[in-house]
């Protein structure tokens, strides 16, 4: 017996590499190590600049990372799979590309991996109109070996049932003659009692005035191009007075010209679908408001608690005491920014934007004093200020304080250790500038793209200095807000610099507010 022909079939790799889903492969804590074709390709980034640079979740919108965060690697660590997870991934210069996912935990020679399964969610109707026409192809064939009235006949029970599972209404159009068809199920969608005739003019007049044009206007693209299908969704105003909101799609089939001959479309009722996601941005909201609330609540006792050692700081306590008492300081500063940052990401993420209060003052004594409690934080960092230039300065002293604590900690964090950290205050005549540099490994050109994104942090360096990845966003925040700019320059050779450019005038028309 001759082995099958197999000519004309890729080999495995071909097919791992350009299958019709993305597949991943990262660590355990989400760095991608390879990735096939398909994948980098919907994300229209080169391998080299994925494989070893980048981790998973930070190719995620920030509600994505969030999720990832507190649901997903949780999850994953649990019950060692997950599957059909909808999140978005961002994409420089296009909107987020929506993937429902599928992933595994492995463990191999001792080190845990996770394998990575993704596909266009936006494709999920198109493959199943695809399925559909494949199942009529099929059963045409059936049809050719069987009485075509009972082959018929059958096909259109098992069609009705599915459509009924679904919710789904059939609608049919003539674009020639403009006779249109609905079936009779499409009553129940106009709040009618019972299945019936319906006809168009009446479910024109049903379609919510302000959606109408719309519809209409969408439908009538289809008909006048060739080889084009029709999806739109609008509201529809019951008999019953209940107002839904129903998913209409179509595709053409193309008479002998190539334009629409025919046209076989689906009406669904997706009211529980756009509700459900009017409760989850409600829901996403209202955790950004608590959060607001809560940072907002948090910062009096905090500064009650800083405010107390800072009075039995100068009281003298014993040798013994006051190591414990350092602690205590360091942690509550600690604690106030952190809330601090919070904050403002919150009223940020509102659309509120940070409120700042342009006044003048002394750039040069204004760094300095920030640079004085900062030594008490990282008592173990050599934090050395270089001044340069003694022209007028305005901006929000509490503002530049802010920026100036996250560009250190951040250059503490991330900086070689036992190296000085420089800030370096210039006041020139056309504004200012205030500059951090470290040194230590330079920052991934991937991850210089983001770097002012929120949830965004380099590279682990321990628990002690974790954080919710919030610093920089600020900074960036702090900046707009003062129609200023913030650049960074990272090398191997000369280290990392930050360097805030204040211009003399433009802060002059920020919002101002407490």
């Known amino acids: 017996m001759s082995a099958p022909d197999d000519r004309g079939i890729p080999d495995t790799s071909f097919l791992y590499e350009h299958a019709p889903c993305g597949l991943l492969v990262t660590d355990g804590d989400g760095t991608?190590?390879?990735?096939?074709?398909?994948?980098?390709?919907?994300?229209g980034v080169d391998r080299a600049q994925?494989?070893?640079?980048?981790?998973?979740?930070?190719?995620?919108?920030?509600?994505?990372?969030?999720?990832?965060?507190?649901?997903?690697?949780?999850?994953?660590?649990?019950?060692?799979?997950?599957?059909?997870?909808?999140?978005?991934?961002?994409?420089?210069?296009?909107?987020?590309?929506?993937?429902?996912?599928?992933?595994?935990?492995?463990?191999?020679?001792?080190?845990?991996?996770?394998?990575?399964?993704?596909?266009?969610?936006?494709?999920?109707?198109?493959?199943?109109?695809?399925?559909?026409?494949?199942?009529?192809?099929?059963?045409?064939?059936?049809a050719e070996q069987k009485q075509a009235r009972d082959a018929l006949a059958v096909a259109g029970t098992r069609l009705r049932l599915a459509l009924e599972a679904g919710a789904l209404h059939v609608w049919e159009m003539d674009p020639a003659s403009g006779e249109r068809y609905f079936d009779p199920g499409v009553a129940l969608l106009l709040g009618r009692d019972r299945p019936g005739p319906v006809a168009f003019?009446?479910?024109?007049?049903?379609?919510?005035?302000?959606?109408?044009?719309?519809?209409?206007?969408?439908?009538?693209?289809?008909?006048?191009?060739?080889?084009?299908?029709?999806?739109?969704?609008?509201?529809?105003?019951?008999?019953?007075?209940?107002?839904?909101?129903?998913?209409?799609?179509?595709?053409?089939?193309?008479?002998?010209?190539?334009?629409?001959g025919r046209v076989f479309g689906l009406l669904q009722d997706i009211t529980e679908l756009s509700e459900q996601r009017a409760a989850a941005e409600d829901r996403a909201l209202f955790?950004?408001?608590?959060?607001?609330?809560?940072?907002?609540?948090?910062?009096?006792?905090?500064?009650?608690?800083?405010?107390?050692?800072?009075?039995?700081?100068?009281?003298?306590?014993?040798?013994?005491?006051?190591?414990?008492?350092?602690?205590?300081?360091?942690?509550?500063?600690?604690?106030?920014?952190?809330?601090?940052?919070?904050?403002?990401?919150t009223r940020a993420r509102l659309g509120q934007g940070l409120a700042v209060k342009v006044v003048p003052f002394d750039l040069h004594a204004a760094v300095a004093t920030q640079l004085a409690e900062l030594a008490q934080a990282?008592?173990?960092?050599?934090?050395?200020?270089?001044?340069?230039?003694?022209?007028?300065?305005?901006?929000?002293?509490d503002r530049l304080a802010q920026l100036v604590g996250n560009l250190v900690s951040n250059a503490v964090a991330y900086g070689a250790r036992g190296a000085p950290v420089i800030v370096a205050s210039v006041a020139r005549a056309d504004g200012f500038t205030v500059s951090v540099h470290n040194t230590g490994p330079a920052i991934p050109e991937a991850l210089r793209a983001v770097?002012?994104?929120?949830?965004?942090?380099?590279?682990?360096?321990?628990?002690?200095?974790?954080?919710?990845?919030?610093?920089?966003?600020?900074?960036?925040?702090?900046?707009r807000a003062h129609r200023g700019t913030i650049d960074v320059e990272s090398t191997e050779a000369h280290g990392t610099v930050f360097a805030a450019h204040f211009p003399r005038a433009a802060g002059q028309d920020a919002p101002s507010g407490g």
């Open 32 to 43: 991608i190590r390879h990735a096939n074709a398909t994948f980098c390709q919907w994300l």
């Open 50 to 142: 994925l494989v070893g640079q980048r981790r998973f979740q930070d190719l995620l919108t920030v509600g994505g990372r969030i999720f990832h965060q507190t649901h997903w690697a949780p999850l994953l660590q649990m019950q060692g799979s997950i599957a059909e997870v909808k999140l978005d991934l961002a994409r420089e210069g296009a909107r987020p590309l929506p993937m429902m996912m599928n992933a595994i935990r492995r463990e191999r020679d001792g080190a845990v991996v996770h394998e990575l399964a993704v596909s266009i969610a936006e494709d999920r109707h198109t493959y199943e109109r695809e399925l559909m026409t494949a199942r009529n192809r099929a059963e045409g064939l059936l």
């Open 451 to 479: 770097l002012f994104q929120p949830m965004v942090r380099g590279a682990d360096v321990g628990a002690g200095s974790r954080s919710v990845g919030l610093g920089l966003y600020i900074v960036a925040e702090i900046m």
């Open 201 to 260: 003019e009446d479910y024109v007049a049903a379609v919510y005035p302000d959606d109408r044009d719309a519809a209409l206007a969408a439908l009538g693209r289809m008909l006048h191009a060739p080889a084009t299908t029709y999806r739109h969704a609008y509201r529809i105003n019951g008999d019953d007075g209940v107002q839904r909101t129903v998913l209409a799609t179509a595709r053409a089939v193309p008479g002998p010209d190539g334009m629409p």
């Open 378 to 397: 990282y008592p173990e960092a050599e934090l050395v200020h270089r001044r340069e230039g003694e022209h007028p300065c305005a901006a929000d002293p």
């Open 287 to 345: 955790a950004e408001q608590m959060v607001g609330i809560v940072s907002h609540d948090l910062r009096n006792p905090l500064s009650t608690i800083r405010l107390g050692g800072q009075v039995l700081e100068m009281a003298g306590l014993s040798a013994v005491h006051q190591p414990v008492l350092g602690n205590i300081t360091r942690a509550t500063t600690r604690a106030l920014r952190l809330v601090n940052d919070l904050l403002d990401f």
